[in-house]
C-alpha cells in the first residue's frame, strides 16, 4: 500500500510539472493541458483542447472544447469527453464521444459510438465501421459522407428518405469550431499558466491574500506555521489537488448523468489555483511581517508583509524557466496549506 500511494505521488509530481513544458515546446497540444503518457496511450484535460500528433496507443481527452485536427492520427481507440468536440484525423480503432455537440469530419476505421445531444458527419467523414448515436434529436449526415457500416440511432433512417442530407450546421462548423482554431492554433501559442503575470494580476492575488489574512487570523497564523513546519506535505496535497482534480472529471464523465458534475470539478480547478496562489501569499506574508520586527505588527505590518510577498512571487514567476517552477510551488503549496489551516483551526 505504501509503494502504490508512493508511485501515486511520484506520477503527480512528474505530471504537474512536466506537462507544461511538454505543451509549450512541441507545439502538439495547444493551451493549458494536462497530459500524461502510459506506454503509448495518452490521456489530456483542458479547457480547450486542440491535438495536432500522432499517438501510438489509445487517446483519452476531456475539455469544454475538444478538437483532432487533420493532422491527428491515433493508432488505438479513442475516448472523448466535452461539451464540444471535432475529429478530423485518421483514427485507426474506434471513437467514443460523450458531448453536447460533435462534428466528425475525419477518418475513423472503427466503430463510432456517440452520447449528446447533435451529432455530425461531415462531407469528409470516412466511417469503417457502424455509427451507434444516443440522441434526442437525429443525426445530420453529409451526402459525401461515407459509412461503410451501419447508422444506428434516432430513426435516422426514416429522416434520410424525408429529407435530403443537410450539411454541418453552420452554428457548429464556422462558428465555435474555426473561432476555436483561429484563436488558440492559428494564433499566437498560450504558454502554460505560470510563465507570465501582470502587475494588475499581482495587485489581484494580493488583494484576495488580504482578504484571507484579515477574515480569517487564525488559520493565516496555521498556514505560516505550516509552511514552515511542513513545506513538502503542503505541496504534496496540493498536487494531489491539481492533477486528481481532471481525473476524476474525467471519470465522473464516462456516464451522459455524470458529465455536467464533471464540467463543474473543471470549473473548480482554476478556482482551486487563484485560492492557492493568495494562500501562499497570505502566508508567505504573515511570515514576513514576523520578520520585519516592530513595523510588521498589526493591520499595517499584515498589509505590508504580503506586499512585500505579492512583490517577490511576481519577480521569481517573471524569471524565465525557473518561473513556471515558482508559480507551481506557489500554487500547490497554497493550496496544501489552505488545507492544513482549515484543518487545524477549530470549528
Do not use: C
Request: glycine share 12%; aromatic share 8%.
Amino acid at each position: 500500500m505504501r509503494g502504490a500511494i508512493f508511485r501515486l505521488f511520484a506520477i503527480l509530481i512528474l505530471v504537474t510539472s512536466g506537462t507544461a513544458a511538454q505543451a509549450q515546446s512541441s507545439g502538439d497540444i495547444a493551451g493549458q493541458a494536462l497530459e500524461w503518457a502510459s506506454g503509448g496511450d495518452v490521456f489530456s484535460v483542458a479547457r480547450d483542447l486542440t491535438i495536432d500528433r500522432k499517438v501510438d496507443g489509445t487517446l483519452s481527452a476531456a475539455g469544454e472544447v475538444v478538437i483532432l485536427t487533420r493532422d491527428a492520427e491515433v493508432k488505438g481507440d479513442t475516448w472523448i469527453a466535452a461539451r464540444r468536440a471535432a475529429v478530423e484525423g485518421d483514427l485507426h480503432g474506434d471513437l467514443s464521444i460523450r458531448a453536447q455537440e460533435a462534428l466528425i469530419n475525419g477518418k475513423v476505421k472503427g466503430d463510432v459510438a456517440f452520447y449528446g445531444l447533435d451529432l455530425t458527419l461531415g462531407p469528409d467523414a470516412d466511417i469503417g465501421g457502424n455509427v451507434t448515436y444516443y440522441s434526442p434529436s437525429t443525426a445530420r449526415v453529409d451526402r459525401n459522407a461515407r459509412v461503410k457500416g451501419e447508422i444506428n440511432g434516432h430513426d435516422i433512417a426514416a429522416a434520410r428518405e424525408q429529407s435530403p442530407p443537410a450539411a454541418p450546421r453552420a452554428d457548429m462548423r464556422d462558428r465555435w469550431r474555426d473561432r476555436h482554431m483561429n484563436e488558440y492554433w492559428d494564433g499566437p501559442r498560450i504558454s502554460a499558466p505560470g510563465y507570465h503575470m501582470s502587475a494588475s494580476g499581482a495587485l489581484f492575488f494580493g488583494v484576495i491574500a488580504l482578504v484571507i489574512a484579515f477574515a480569517m487570523p487564525v488559520t493565516t497564523t496555521r498556514m505560516r506555521d505550516a509552511l514552515v513546519a511542513q513545506p513538502i506535505p503542503a505541496l504534496g496535497l496540493g498536487l494531489i489537488w491539481l492533477v486528481g482534480l481532471p481525473v476524476a472529471a474525467v471519470l465522473i464523465a464516462i456516464t451522459i448523468v455524470g458529465l455536467p458534475f464533471a464540467f463543474l470539478l473543471l470549473l473548480l480547478w482554476p478556482l482551486g489555483m487563484i485560492l492557492g496562489l493568495a494562500g501562499t501569499l497570505a502566508a508567505f506574508g504573515e511570515f514576513l511581517a514576523g520578520r520585519i520586527g516592530e513595523a510588521g505588527k498589526g493591520a499595517l505590518g499584515r498589509v505590508a508583509g504580503i506586499v512585500l510577498a505579492a512583490a517577490i512571487i511576481w519577480i521569481g514567476i517573471s524569471v524565465p524557466f525557473l518561473g513556471a517552477l515558482v508559480w507551481l510551488f506557489a500554487v500547490a503549496g497554497g493550496i496544501g496549506l489552505l488545507y492544513l489551516g482549515l484543518r487545524q483551526t477549530p470549528l
